[in-house]
Structures are given as C-alpha cells and as structure tokens.
C-alpha cells in the first residue's frame, strides 16, 4: 500500500483525488491542508472515517510544519494540488496567489527533496518516491480559434494566477534537471463536477438560477473552454503518478470546447427539465431569461483547448464523461446536496462579483 501525501486535499479537485483513492484501496492518504475558504472537510465526509486517511492543518508555506509532515508520515509521493485557483480573486488580491502557489510550492519542493535524499540510496523507497505538481492549461496563454496546447507550446501566462502557477511549474522543472528530484507535472483544462466551490461558473450559475439570482455572463460569453468531468481528472492523476516518465509534463484534458454562453444554456435546459416547480415558484418561463451579460473579466483568455495524446497514447487515459452527460450529472448533484452548498452560499461567499468588474 503506497503512503501518498495529498495537499490541498480539502478542495474541489484534491478531494475528489482522496476519494478516489481511498475508494479504490490504493493507498493511504494523509492530506495537508490549510483550510482557505476554499478548503471543505465536508467534501471529505464520505471517507473521513477510514483508517486509511488522515488530515493535517497546515500551510505549505510553513516550513517546519511541512518538514514535520515528512518526517513522521514518510510518504512515498506527493501529489501537490494545494493552490489558490481562482482567476478573478488573483486580480483583486495576487499576493496570496503569489505567497500560496510560488513561495508555498517552493518550501514543498525543498522539504521533498530533503526526506527524499535522506532514504538508503539504492533503496525501494528511493527509486519509487515521485512529486507530481498538479498545474493548469492557463500556463500557455491564450488561443485563437485554431489549435491546440501540447506539451511543447510555450508558456505565456496572462493573469495573477497562471502567472504564479507557471512559475511553480518552473521551480517543479528546476528541482528536477539541479537536484533530480523525482518529478512529473500534469496542466489540466477546466474542470467541473461536484464539491465545486460556487465561485466558478458552473457551481454559481446553478445555485443563482435556483436563487432567480442573474447568471453573469462576462463579455459576449464566446470565450471558450475544454471541460473535462473532475473525477476523469483524478483518474488521470493516479495514472501519472503510477505510469508517467520522469521529469515529463502531461496535459489533460477532455476534448469538451464549449463556449461559456453554451455551458450557460446547458445548465438552464437542464434545470427547466429537472425543476419546473422552483421555475413556477420564481414566477419565470425558463431559467435562460435570467443570463445576464456583465462586463468583462479584465485580460480575459479568449480560448483553451488541450490535445492531450501524450497522456492518452502512453498511459491509455480517456475520459469517461462527455460534457452533456457530465453536466447534467453536477446539476443533479447539486440539486440532491445542498447540506454541501448552502452553509458556503450563506457564511462563505453568497455569488457576488470578484475579479474587478461591474456587477452587472
Ligand atoms: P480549490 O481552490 O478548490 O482548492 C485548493 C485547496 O488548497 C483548498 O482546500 C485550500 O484550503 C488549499 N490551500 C490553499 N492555500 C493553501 C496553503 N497555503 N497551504 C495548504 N493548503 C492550501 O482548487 P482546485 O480547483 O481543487 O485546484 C487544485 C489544483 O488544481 C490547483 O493547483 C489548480 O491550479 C489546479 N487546477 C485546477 C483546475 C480547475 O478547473 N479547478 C484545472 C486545472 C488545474
Ligand atoms: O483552465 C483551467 C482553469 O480553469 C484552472 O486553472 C482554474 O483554477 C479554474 O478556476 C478555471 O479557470 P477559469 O477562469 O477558466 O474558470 P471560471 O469558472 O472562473 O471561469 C470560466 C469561464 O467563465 C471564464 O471564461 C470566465 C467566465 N465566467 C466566470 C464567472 C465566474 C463568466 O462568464 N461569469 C462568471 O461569473
């Protein structure tokens, strides 16, 4: 059973990681988490009580804390998804977004590689031990209406926060090339699916249309996105962290564009179908009269879209869920768990704008 230290295990993508993980007996997990806003013990009810899983308040940043979390746990990997991810939130605020994802990444890569020198050389553990570094498609920049990311497209971030996470996918190549240390980096596409935080598009749009609250649409709502069901991405993680060659970076993604209009109207033909007595209640025809379009985010992304052959033809990923299915799977999700969602909407954040832009 490989011991595997997950961070930022309390979030949206991280959790779904551990309960994938512990589901699948795979493995004993101990998750370091710091509890942002972001992070959601509630998202890890479903296996809280397993022997097999264990939880840690920290921050990445905290040095001694994370040197402690190697010395007694000795992990055989890590998989690093600890980050602040929220675009509009690193316009308004980067410094967090800076401390958390290049300063909190570095101190993870200097403990790992000082537990990861100190087992027997020429031992199991040694040759075993991996750091994968959980990154995003938002490194590359932007796209025009044609192509795709590999592997090899050069990094042009645009924002606070891929600029803070390209770095720590540079600090993650760095350690690997000065000090060998065992490590993989996969750049993923947006993802969707349940235990969401409803600061992202999808989550929001749901819990405002159940509101009657407007669905903010920003710009003319024709940038695109590749979406990719969340739990096909912690199948991929687990593969990479088996199968992927050192030092490599994988891309995934789902082969799921959409415009951000379209996803709107997806979400709202799925509500009109699954909830016409909330639509009669909030007096509306249908939950597309309330898209609403907003003034832009600033420095918008036009489009992303991955080709993610690398991570299929040698490690035979695919995802499992096409986006009309896995859509209507996270409405229906989200309209069967709001002991998840509404503790969030009313002590957290309750959907207003972030990011520097009008409200409507
Ligand atoms: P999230 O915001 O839902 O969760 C982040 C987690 O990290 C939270 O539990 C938070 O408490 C924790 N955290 C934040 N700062 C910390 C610190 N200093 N120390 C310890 N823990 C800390 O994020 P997510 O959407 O689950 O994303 C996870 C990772 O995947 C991130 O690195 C993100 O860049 C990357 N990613 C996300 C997406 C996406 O669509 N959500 C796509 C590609 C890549
Ligand atoms: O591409 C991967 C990235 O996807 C991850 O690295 C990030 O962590 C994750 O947050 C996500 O970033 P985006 O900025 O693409 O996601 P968000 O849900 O914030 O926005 C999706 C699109 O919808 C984007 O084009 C902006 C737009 N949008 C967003 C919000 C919150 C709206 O039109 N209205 C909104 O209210």
Redesign the pocket.
């Known amino acids: 059973m490989r011991r595997i230290l997950v961070t930022g295990g309390a979030g949206f993508i991280g959790s779904a990681v551990i309960r994938h993980l512990i589901r699948n007996g795979q493995a004993e997990v101990l998750n370091l988490d710091k509890l942002t806003y972001a992070g959601n013990l509630a998202s890890l009810a479903s296996v809280a009580d397993d022997p097999r899983y264990r939880f840690v308040q920290a921050d990445i940043c905290d040095r001694a804390a994370v040197v402690r979390v190697f010395e007694e746990f000795r992990p055989d990997a890590v998989m690093h998804l600890a980050?602040e991810?929220?675009?509009?939130r690193s316009i308004d605020g980067p410094s967090a977004f800076i401390q958390t994802n290049v300063v909190g990444t570095a101190t993870l890569l200097e403990a790992a590689t000082a537990f990861w020198r100190s087992l027997p050389e020429g031992s199991g553990q040694r040759a075993a031990f991996r750091f994968l570094h959980i990154?995003?498609?938002?490194v590359y920049g932007t796209l025009g209406s044609e192509g795709l990311f590999t592997e090899c497209t050069p990094y042009d971030p645009r924002s606070p926060?891929?600029a803070s996470?390209a770095a720590s996918d540079h600090l993650v190549m760095a350690w690997h090339h000065t000090y060998g240390l065992p490590t993989l980096i996969t750049n993923?596409?947006?993802?969707y699916g349940p235990f969401h935080f409803p600061?992202?598009?999808?989550p929001?749009?749901i819990l405002n249309a159940l509101d009657g609250k407007a669905l903010?649409?920003?710009?003319k709502?024709d940038?695109i996105?590749?979406w990719l069901y969340v739990e096909d991405h912690a199948r991929a993680l687990c593969r990479v962290l088996e199968c992927g060659r050192l030092g490599e970076t994988y891309n995934v993604g789902g082969n799921n564009e959409r415009t951000?209009l379209e996803?709107?109207r997806a979400i709202c033909d799925a509500l009109d179908r699954l909830q016409p007595a909330r639509l009669a209640a909030l007096g509306l025809r249908s939950f597309h009269d309330l898209i609403t379009f907003?003034q832009d985010?600033p420095g918008?992304?036009k489009r992303?879209a991955i080709d993610a052959s690398k991570l299929c033809g040698e490690l035979g990923w695919r995802a499992e869920e096409s986006f009309d299915t896995g859509i209507v799977k996270t409405v229906t999700w989200y309209l069967e768990n709001d002991w998840w969602w509404r503790p969030i909407r009313e002590q957290k954040y309750a959907g207003q704008?972030?990011?520097g832009g009008k409200a409507g």
């Open positions: 980050a991810s929220h675009v509009d990154s995003t498609d938002e926060y891929s996470k993923c596409s947006n993802n600061e992202k598009l999808v929001l749009v903010p649409i920003y710009g709502g940038n996105r590749d951000n996803v709107v907003v985010r918008h992304d992303y704008r972030l990011g």
